[in-house]
Each structure stands twice: as structure tokens, then as C-alpha cells.
């Protein structure tokens, strides 16, 4: 049965993706000088000695390899890697790790060899090993703008597969089948009462399938796609034998009823689903604007929301995944400590805004900063996309950065 998804829970699993999406970003920069970076997936549950056998035969066809630099630092990373899978036991997480290695450095006369790991907020379903010049991340790039989970129902009048649709993770739950279409008319019935029959027992086909959707989709469901060949499924949206907590979210042609079906409701359901997930974010930034406006229960700019979150007066922390700011923490000759906040482009300063010489003591990624005090204080946190105009409004007019309050 659908697990009815908290507000908590989805704040965590919306900052769990934009943690993995800046992680990419990191990764995607980074080049190999030849084939020398190394990526590896173990999937979830997966016997950790499998993949470090493979990982050793690698590296005896690594002693083939002519580059010396580059042989050298093919096997070096193998060998962190395998050192690395021990810390695991002796299976993968229950979500899987993607781990990646090699030598990173921009500096040909330098050997940087370092090693990063993601545990995925969805369960990895794959298992491999690749080397090339660069890491391969497309299995965790399709994760990254899963949001939400959606309900599928595929049918005609004769059968119906229900399932849900995660990112592109179709699971299939239930399939039903109808016997209305298989009645054969006997001898001395009127033509009006078996057309009653067939309508009733059409009719009870179309309860039962609306029972299963009460069983799946009621809780933790964004809402449901209906999908099949010909009349069947307009005619049971209109009944609508479900419970009206279950929201269709519409309806689509497809040629069959069976996964093959649902992969076409998948293929074709990009434009409902955007849409549902821009309403979100509309309906949430239009909140904001308005609080900001009437001088209500919303701030902006960095000093004040983050006063608000040390307050605890803050109760939910707005970021944009747009905003590209570093947070100093730098030391004036006098010994006094400030911090400075710049754009992540910008090279470390080497003055404070007012003119005074200062030195860098550390530095910290400005969102990660601010989730993490959001954290510390229990408000949750809402990640702002750039793809919405809403969230591009967000972005340029508010510098990607806001809070809503619990009270003034």
C-alpha cells in the first residue's frame, strides 16, 4: 500500500537531490588525461566481493596499458577503490554506491588521485565498472529531477495494469482482468438483458480496478495518469469508481494495457508531469512574494534570513538551485574575524568591502551553509528550481534566497 509521504520527508528527499545534482556538477568538470578516471556502481544489496574481483582483474589488464603515467595512475586508482569497498562489509548499501576515482589534477606535471562516493537517494539497479576520460554519471543524472511519485493505470475493457512512476522507475502493483467482453449470449435471452449484463458486469469491472487504485494512491501519491487504446479509459475517468482524494491528472493514448503500455504513458507524460511540479513551485513563490510584499510572515537577503534561522524564527528555508555564492571566513590585520560572501566564480578576496587587507581562514559553499543551520535549528528546506519562471523571478529578484517565518 502507498506510505503517505511527510512534509519532512519530502524536504529531505528535495535536499538529498540538489545535494546530488551539485555533486554532478562537480563531477562533470572534472578530466582525465587519457582513459585514467574510474567509475564503478555497486547496486543495492550487491556482494561486495563481486565487484572487487572485477576490479582486480582490471587491474592486471591495467599493467598493459603503454602510458606509463597513465598505467600508473589507472592502477593507483583501482587500488583505492578496492582498499575502499572494505569499509562497505561484505554487500553494497540498501541504496547501492556509485564510486569514482582517478586523478584529477589540472596539472600534467602533478598526480592528484582522489576518490568521491554518492549514495543515491534512489536505490541503484545496475552494476559496472567503467574507465574513461572522463566519469560516467548518466545513471545518477536521470535520478536528479525525480521529485515525485505518480500513479499509472493502463487499460481497455478487457484488462488493466496498475503500477507507479518514480523518475523513470515504472513498478508494477496489480493487474486486473475483465470477463464482460467474454460473455456469450445464450439461446431465449433478450437482447436488452444481455446488454445488461454486460453493462453491469463492465461496471463491476471498473469498481474493482478503482478499488485497487484506493489501495495504491490514496497516500504518497502525486496523482495518477490513465492510459490505453480506444473508448475504455474516458469511460472510467468519467465514472470515476475511485476516492476523491485521487487526483487524474490526465489522460493518454496508448496502443496496449500491459508494461509496454505503460512505458508509453512514460514516454508521454513528460508535459503533465512538469507541469504538476511547476504549479508547486508557482503556488509556493507566489506565497513568498506576497508575504514579502505585505511585510508578512517571509524575508530575504542573507543577513536577514540567516538572523531568522539562528532565531529559530525561521521555519522553512527557500533556496534557489541557482545560487553560486562561496561564504570566508577571513582575518583582518588587527585580528579581527569576518565573514565575505562571493560569487563562486569570483577569486578569493583578498580585502573586506570597506578596504581593509584580510587573509582566508575557510571557506563554505553559501547554500550548503544554509541548509546545514536550517538543519541544526529543525526548519526545513525547499530547493527553487531556475526551469519555472517563477523560480527565475525567485532567482533574480530575491537573489535565489529566502525564509519563511513562524512568526514577527
Known amino acids: ?39 564503478v556502481y555497486l547496486s543495492a544489496g550487491q556482494a561486495i566481493h563481486e565487484m572487487s574481483n572485477k576490479l582486480k582483474e582490471e587491474a592486471g589488464a591495467a599493467s598493459n596499458i603503454k602510458s606509463k603515467s597513465t598505467r600508473k595512475n589507472v ?83 478487457r484488462e488493466c ?5 518514480r523518475g523513470t522507475v515504472i513498478t508494477v502493483l496489480r493487474r486486473l482482468n475483465s470477463t464482460a467482453h467474454s460473455k456469450i449470449r445464450k439461446g431465449g435471452q433478450s437482447a436488452r438483458r444481455f446488454e445488461r449484463l454486460i453493462e453491469e458486469s463492465i461496471e463491476y469491472y471498473y469498481k474493482r480496478i478503482g478499488e485497487a487504485m484506493d489501495q495504491y494512491f ?4 502525486k496523482g495518477v495518469i490513465v492510459g490505453g487504446p480506444g473508448p475504455a479509459k474516458e469511460d472510467f475517468v468519467k465514472m470515476s469508481p475511485f476516492n476523491y482524494q485521487i487526483h487524474v491528472l490526465g489522460v493518454i493514448d496508448t496502443g496496449y ?65 541557482g545560487l553560486k555564492w562561496k561564504r570566508y571566513h577571513v582575518k583582518l ?10 560569487r563562486a566564480e569570483e577569486d ?18 553559501l547554500a550548503d551553509n544554509l541548509i546545514e543551520l536550517a538543519d541544526s535549528v529543525g526548519a526545513k528546506t525547499e530547493i527553487i528550481s531556475t526551469d519555472t519562471s517563477e523560480g527565475a523571478q525567485f532567482l533574480q529578484s530575491f537573489y535565489g534566497l529566502g525564509a519563511f517565518l513562524r512568526y514577527r
Open 1 to 39: 500500500m502507498g506510505k503517505m509521504e511527510t512534509e519532512t520527508e519530502k524536504a529531505a528527499r528535495g535536499k538529498a537531490l540538489y545535494q546530488l545534482k551539485r555533486q554532478l556538477d562537480h563531477l562533470k568538470n572534472m578530466r582525465g588525461s587519457g582513459t585514467e578516471l574510474i567509475s
Open 75 to 157: 592502477m593507483d586508482a583501482l587500488e583505492r577503490i578496492i582498499h575502499h569497498l572494505k569499509v562497505y562489509g561484505n554487500s553494497a548499501p540498501e541504496s547501492g554506491v556509485a564510486i569514482f576515482c582517478g586523478n584529477v589534477s589540472d596539472n600534467p606535471a602533478r598526480t592528484d588521485i582522489e576518490l568521491f562516493t554518492i549514495f543515491p537517494p534512489q536505490a541503484l539497479t545496475i552494476s559496472l565498472y567503467r574507465c574513461d576520460s572522463r566519469f560516467f554519471l548518466e545513471p545518477l543524472s536521470r535520478t536528479v529531477d525525480v521529485k515525485d511519485t505518480y500513479g499509472l493505470v493502463v487499460l481497455d475493457g
Open 161 to 165: 495494469t496498475l503500477a507507479t512512476l
Open 218 to 221: 490514496v497516500t504518497g501519491i
Open 257 to 321: 494495457t500491459d508494461e509496454q503500455g505503460l512505458r508509453e504513458v512514460m514516454a508521454k507524460c513528460g508535459d503533465i508531469v512538469h507541469a504538476q511540479e511547476a504549479f508547486r513551485e508557482k503556488q509556493l513563490i507566489d506565497r513568498f512574494i506576497k508575504e514579502v510584499v505585505s511585510g508578512g510572515l517571509a524575508v530575504y537577503g542573507e543577513a536577514v534570513v540567516r538572523a531568522a534561522l539562528e532565531s529559530k524564527q525561521g521555519g522553512t528555508l527557500l533556496i534557489s538551485e
Open 333 to 342: 590585520q588587527n585580528g579581527e574575524e569576518r565573514f565575505i560572501n562571493k
Open 348 to 365: 578569493p578576496p583578498k580585502a573586506t568591502p570597506d578596504g581593509q587587507s584580510c587573509s582566508v581562514l575557510s571557506t563554505v559553499d
